[in-house]
DNA sequence: ATGAAAGCGCTAACAT
DNA sequence: ATGTTAGCGCTTTCAT
């Protein structure tokens, strides 16, 4: 049923081990035999088993990737980010999905241990570092947007970034600006703590409300905010997806935007982009973050004794359709 | 370095093969004996070899999914499905991604061949039925939304679905329906020509423009018909992302959606959906053919053998606020 | 209930 | 340039 190498070799009258090397394109084959050899290969079908070459190598040259979550359009960024970089240099990417709850990472990054993968590039990890801890053992860990400890590390300073939506709403004189944030969890505090710093610095008092990465919950938790005494004149959501759950939540009480209501997404995935939405947000370049997290990956598999290696990258502001000055 | 399922089982006292039994909860294990088996490779972090496993027991109850573009939300949608019943089967997901062009596909699926899954299920194919014709005897191929000769389908009809659109249109008044087409390939005939026969069947010249599926492509494509002598009153896109890039192009004219111009999008991706966007579209019910994919992918693991499965299931309009009766 | 032994299909020295 | 020979770390009969 299944054609091996060896059934190979025996039609093309060589060894196994020549086919194996004429496969992987290895110098020392005479380009006639291996040309033949390929024929042959071809005409009978035959799909290398790279379970075997997995355990017969010790390991294989793919790359896992591992993304939250597939709705928010910024892990297919870092995803492109992440293929733009590993084909060229020959790698081949298997992937695997959490969830939003976070309750899915393990499975999800066991899948990809079992599996044998070079390096893992892990965008978005919910797991707490103690969870993340073991791993360590079992895995070389390129952690993008999350500071994994020990781990490769690939992040966005959004201290910074969050300090320029604050800063850009109270320039245009927001002093009641509320931000909704995402669950605490080891590695996100970045962009609640750039809030917190910029307000407190500017004499506004910060309130801060939480919900999940998910767009309906965040209509839901902001709209106590929006019903209740002395409703903020801009809000400052964890990211654009959750900023989308407050536009339609402000969209439902006939709020206008930005007339009554300003809003501040983080990510600027192309949900933000088009025109009828034209959301302000912070522009992570997730497609960057990709490139260096495989540029990291392939050099941790190049070398997996070196340093840890962490680069910290600056986001910008784009200022688009929702923000403008509060009502008076 | 590693630790083998050999160092557990000398470590625990017992002999390998109860170890493997232990590990996949098989009978005939005391229940003692497994919990301390369990508990040893906990502590030493055993992770099972799944290379070797797969090798050993020629194959995995692993499910490889491909996914054309992770940029089309429709594709996160089928994940989610498939994985609401890959997941209480006890099956585990793969992915693999494939490109716009769909130049992609083939090494995603050789990839997929490569590590053995048991079944492969994937969104989007664009390979040709010639090229995908080889893989029938390297795999197990369940296609979702696109029609592939002897393996197994789950479809939406998308002869009807268009036909719904048009319908729809033309009892609002419209006549001067333009198609934005995705380029000939096949298995994606059917929304052209159920938009095709509507018109025919109604007494309207159709008019259909092509472009591939990114937003900022159709955005162009679309261009010269807006400018161009007679524009049309209504357009049918080929799907949610086209249709979004359609909007862009009317925005940038200035035209009114729908006032000047109705639109329909297909696929009811959550980006149709945003109170500012308010996307008229056809639901293809995304969720229900991944779920649908995962239990065709289930039983042909099952039963090799059987005859090749086919579903087409009915989507159903959505009308949101991008259609009105045409300008007079 | 547990153990021994024979592969699974490759790669990686090492020969020739 | 090509062939030989050990494994890689599991699962699977088959014994016990």
Redesign the pocket.
């Known amino acids: 049923m299944?054609v091996?190498?060896?059934d190979v070799a025996r039609e093309a009258g060589?060894?196994?081990?020549?086919v194996?090397?004429a496969?992987?394109g290895a110098?020392?084959?005479?380009e006639a035999?291996r040309d033949h050899i390929l024929a042959v290969a071809g005409r009978m079908n035959y799909q290398?088993?790279s379970a075997?070459?997995t355990?017969?190598?010790?390991g294989t040259s793919t790359l896992g990737v591992f993304l939250l979550d597939l709705h928010n359009e910024l892990f297919a960024d870092v995803h492109d980010g992440i293929r733009e970089v590993a084909g060229p240099a020959g790698r081949e990417l298997l992937l695997t999905v959490g969830s939003i709850g976070g309750n899915l990472d393990r499975p999800a990054l066991d899948l990809l241990v079992r599996a044998r993968v070079d390096v893992v590039i892990a965008a978005g990890l919910l797991l707490s570092d103690d969870e993340l801890a073991p791993y360590r053992r079992s895995l070389k860990l390129v952690s993008v947007m999350r500071e994994v400890p020990e781990a490769d590390n690939v992040l966005s300073d959004n201290v910074l970034g969050a300090g320029l939506a604050i800063d850009h709403l109270l320039g245009l004189g927001h002093r009641r600006i509320v931000h909704l944030a995402s669950p605490r969890s080891d590695g996100y505090g970045g962009r609640r703590e750039g809030y917190m710093r910029a307000m407190k610095q500017a004499g506004a008092k910060p309130r801060v409300v939480v919900s999940d990465y998910s767009r309906t919950e965040a209509a839901k938790a902001i709209a106590p905010v929006l019903d209740g005494a002395a409703p903020p004149t801009a809000i400052f959501a964890h990211n654009d997806q959750t900023a989308l759950g407050v536009l339609d939540a402000l969209h439902l009480r006939n709020l206008r935007v930005p007339e009554d209501v300003s809003v501040v997404g983080y990510d600027n995935t192309s949900a933000s982009r088009p025109p009828g939405i034209a959301l302000t947000t912070v522009d992570v370049h997730a497609g960057r973050l990709g490139r260096l997290a495989a540029e990291a990956a392939i050099a941790r598999a190049a070398d997996p004794a070196a340093d840890p290696h962490e680069v910290r990258t600056t986001p910008s502001l784009v200022v688009r359709g929702t923000t403008a000055a509060p009502p008076r």
Chains 1, 2 share one sequence.
């Open positions: 299944k091996t190498m060896e060589v060894s196994r081990s020549l194996s090397l496969f992987r110098y020392g084959v005479n035999t290398p088993n075997a070459a355990l017969a190598s010790r």
